[in-house]
Every structure is written in structure tokens, then in C-alpha cells.
């Protein structure tokens, strides 16, 4: 296994294009999409009182990722947490766990945008080609998704600043776009239409915070870029909890101007409900062209960030004997982990091909494994609170206080538990069968590769040495030298 001991990646990231990579990372197309259903089934101040509990939850966890990140700012992010807290096999696991999500989101994006760009021109569904699981596939629709996966990969092997600087740009506008919604709502929104504003009592609040893991799943992209960053270790895991806090406001402001710009029975009728009430509002189609500029914004960034953390964690899995030396490649020149990101980069280019209804179950897959990742990441800080409390924590959870440090840990571990266990049989987001047969394919393979270890544990062990022995090395070191 290759040492690790020395930062092989360009430190370009600064402040803002840490916090514009997690925040955008959190913002992709189903808002545009879902907030109908968001209304429908809890009302504003249902969906509002969801999200706000979901910010708070994934804030909880964030704050742990920020402890962790400070203590150990390398790329890979909850790879190494787990290899110090859990040992290598269950490091394997949870890398698995939230790889698997990263992937299934950027193979949909290649779907997802092509969708959103044929509610401009509907002309992309044109030259059918087949069908899967009763799903259309164009041609023209394909080739869309297919171009804007080779253009993100092509982007990302360039270098993380150029990467970063795409991100930035279009996290602005996003921005932007919200403002202006915002503005509008208050100008010429009805409030009326927000009544009722609960509707289906406790069930619909929590059919809406069921959504919570997929729409907020990215901000760990921070971690996994930690080597790229110009920052003290402290900062960069105090943007963590930033931008989940900023994806919260987001998400909120989402439901509350679409609640006043028409009633929630009436949204029902729009394939995009957040654009087309806009429209409505502003008294103009342009508007709602405008919100669906920002929908693919959205999609850009997430697809952006996705390829950049999907990458660097298998860079760090393949450094540690897990996945094949071939994912532990750098770009010679840009720093980039080449071979990772062509990787995911084909999945995203071959992903239209397969439909959008096979990219949904894709997806919802990966849901289950992103929150057992959270679990096990919750699980290793309090284990290390423990085993060793002496651990250099530039940015501390709690302070010197270690008793509220750990109640945080414990909060956000139940927190953790409580969104899994939504997922079971009989719980508001039990999902049908095909997601949980793919889910069930994903973690075989990730059990061949654990098997595919000498004895088991063999090449882990090892790593676990090696990222030991990097450890007392670096010591303080490497935070020093970021102060």
C-alpha cells in the first residue's frame, strides 16, 4: 500500500469554496419536484416543522463530522474515522455504506437533467429506443445526460479549482434564485393559500422527514476533500455545520413560496409544482424558466460535489488495500484521482440508458446505506471520546465540557437510528421491493470485497498500521502547518 503520509493533492480550497461545495452538494432537482407532495401531506407548517427537524438532525451529525474532520483532515473523510474508531473491517462497511449513496445520486443526475431540460424543450424526447421497467428511453434525452456526465468528469480530472470555481459560480445563482423567490412571495403571494397549514397530523409530518437523508446527504463531500483545502482544520469543520444550516434555510424557503404563490391541492397538476407556481405568481412562463434554470443549477452541483467525494473516497479505500490499487491513481499533473472519477464518470455516462424509473430505485437504494454510514460515523465519535480523549481536536463538539460533547454524540447517534429504522417494513418509507433488492446487491458486492482481504482482514489490518503509524507522525503536524 502506497504511503499516505504526505498530502499528494493541491491545497486550492478556500473558505467559500468549501461551503459553496457542501451547500451545493445538499441542493440537487427533487425540490423543484417535491414540494407538492411536501405540501400535501403535512401542509407549510408541516413541511416546514420537517425540514427544520431534519436540518437540526443532520446538523447533530454534522457537528460530529466536524470533530472528526478537524482531528483528521485527510481525503476520504469517514474512512479514516472509521479505521481509527472501528478497525478495517468495519471502515470497509461504512466507506461502502456512503460510496453507495454517492453513486446512485450522480448516476441520477444523468437522468435528471435531461428530464428537467425536456420541460423546456420537449423536442428531446425524440428517437425512441426502448424500454425499461416501462420507462421510455430517447435518444436525444440520453445523449444530454450522456454530454453533461463526459463534460463534469472532463471538468473534475482537470483539477479541484476548476471544479470549484463551476461550483461557486452556479451555487451563486442558486442563491440568486432564491432571493428573488423569496422577494416575490412577500410582494405577491396570498398567505391564504398556505391553509391549512397542517394537514395529516404526525404521519405527514414524518412522510416528509423520511426525505431528510436523501436531500441532505453531501455536505460530507467536505471531509472527503479535506487535503485540498487552504483552511485550519477547525474552520473546516465548522463549515461542515454551516452548510447544513444553509441548505436547511433553503429548503425551507422552497416550501414557504411555493405555499403562498397557489393552494397545495392545486399543485398536484404540475409536473415541476416549485417552477409552474412561480410562473403562476410572477404572471409569466419567463419565471418559471427561471426556477427551472435554477433546478438544473441545482443538479449541477450536487452531480459536481458527488464527483468529487465518490472520488477521493475511493482513492482513500484503495490506499488501504480495500478496493483495487487501479482507484489509487493521481492525475500526474492536476492531482486528481483519475481513475476513481472515470469510474463513476462511465456509470453517470451509461445511467440514461437505463430509464428514469430504474434510476429512482437507484437511488432510494441508496438512501438506507448513507444512514447506516451516519450511524457508524456517530458510533466511532463516541468511542473515540472515549479510547482516546487525549486525540489532538482542533475544533472540539462542546468544548472542554466532554459531558455535553457526548450528549451531542448520543442525540445524534438516536437521531441516526430513528431515520433507519423509517425505512423498515411498516414504517412511513418502507420502500418496494426493487430498491431493497438492488440495496441487497450492493452490499454483497461490498462483501466480496471484504471477503477478497486476506483472511478476512489481512490488507486491512495492514492499513490500519500504516494510517497509525501516519497518525503519530503527523500528530499536530499537518493542522499546524494549515494554521
Given amino acids: 500500500m502506497a504511503d499516505t503520509t504526505d498530502s499528494r493533492f493541491k491545497r486550492t480550497l478556500g473558505r467559500f469554496e468549501v461551503f459553496f461545495l457542501g451547500f451545493g452538494a445538499m441542493i440537487g432537482f427533487g425540490w423543484i419536484v417535491q414540494t407538492s407532495s411536501w405540501l400535501n401531506e403535512a401542509g407549510t407548517g408541516g413541511a416546514v416543522l420537517a425540514f427544520a427537524a431534519g436540518g437540526v438532525i ?55 437533467i435531461p428530464n428537467t431540460v425536456a420541460y423546456l424543450f420537449p423536442q428531446v424526447y425524440s428517437v425512441p429506443l426502448w424500454e425499461v421497467a416501462g420507462s421510455q428511453v430517447y435518444l436525444v434525452w440520453a445523449l444530454i445526460g450522456v454530454g453533461a456526465a463526459v ?36 410582494t405577491g403571494g396570498e398567505p391564504g393559500h ?4 397542517f394537514t395529516g397530523g404526525s404521519a405527514g409530518i414524518i412522510a416528509v422527514l423520511v426525505v431528510v437523508p436523501f436531500f441532505f446527504v453531501g455536505f460530507d463531500v467536505i471531509p472527503q476533500s479535506a487535503e485540498e483545502v487552504k483552511l485550519p482544520p477547525q474552520k473546516v469543520g465548522r463549515l461542515v455545520v454551516i452548510a447544513v444550516l444553509a441548505a436547511t434555510a433553503f429548503y425551507v424557503a422552497v416550501v414557504l413560496t411555493t405555499s ?31 426556477v427551472v434554470a435554477g433546478a438544473i443549477a441545482g443538479l449541477t452541483t450536487s452531480w459536481n460535489a458527488f464527483l468529487v467525494g465518490s472520488s477521493r473516497l475511493m482513492w482513500a479505500m484503495a490506499h488501504s488495500g480495500m478496493l483495487p ?86 442525540a445524534a447517534l438516536l437521531c441516526s437510528v430513528g431515520m433507519f429504522v423509517l425505512y423498515m417494513p411498516g414504517m412511513p418509507a418502507f420502500l418496494d421491493p426493487q430498491p431493497w433488492i438492488m440495496f441487497g446487491g450492493w452490499w454483497l458486492l461490498g462483501i466480496l470485497f471484504l471477503l477478497r482481504l486476506p483472511g478476512g482482514i489481512g490488507a486491512g489490518v495492514d492499513a490500519e498500521a500504516q494510517l497509525q503509524a501516519a497518525v503519530a507522525r503527523r500528530g499536530g503536524g499537518q493542522n499546524a502547518s494549515a494554521r
Fill in 260 to 290: 403562498v404563490a397557489l393552494p397545495a391541492s392545486e399543485l398536484v397538476d404540475f409536473e415541476l409544482a416549485t417552477a409552474d407556481a412561480f410562473g403562476v405568481l410572477m404572471g409569466s412562463e419567463v419565471w418559471s424558466n427561471f
Fill in 325 to 410: 490499487a487501479f482507484f489509487a491513481k493521481l492525475h500526474p499533473k492536476n492531482k486528481t484521482p483519475v481513475n476513481a472519477l472515470l469510474f463513476v464518470g462511465g456509470l453517470s455516462v451509461i445511467a440514461p440508458f437505463f430509464g428514469a424509473v430504474m434510476l429512482d430505485w437507484l437511488v432510494d437504494s441508496g438512501s438506507p446505506s448513507i444512514v447506516m454510514t451516519y450511524i457508524m460515523v456517530c458510533v466511532t465519535f463516541l468511542v473515540l471520546r472515549r479510547r482516546e480523549p487525549q486525540m489532538p481536536r482542533p475544533m472540539r463538539v462542546g468544548g472542554q465540557r466532554g459531558g455535553l460533547g457526548i450528549a451531542v454524540g448520543v
Fill in 194 to 197: 398556505m391553509e391549512p397549514v
Fill in 151 to 186: 463534460f463534469l468528469t472532463w471538468l473534475n480530472i482537470r483539477g479541484i479549482k476548476p471544479a470549484s470555481l463551476l461550483q461557486s459560480s452556479v451555487v451563486l445563482f442558486l442563491f440568486v434564485m432564491i432571493l428573488v423567490m423569496v422577494l416575490a412571495s412577500f
Fill in 58 to 112: 443532520m446538523a447533530l451529525v454534522g457537528l460530529l463530522y466536524s470533530e472528526l474532520t478537524s482531528a483528521m483532515p485527510w481525503a476520504g473523510g469517514e474512512h479514516h474515522y472509521l479505521m481509527r474508531g472501528l478497525g478495517p473491517r468495519l471502515a470497509l462497511l461504512g466507506s461502502w455504506g456512503i460510496l453507495g449513496g454517492y453513486i446512485t445520486v450522480a448516476a441520477y443526475e444523468a437522468v435528471a
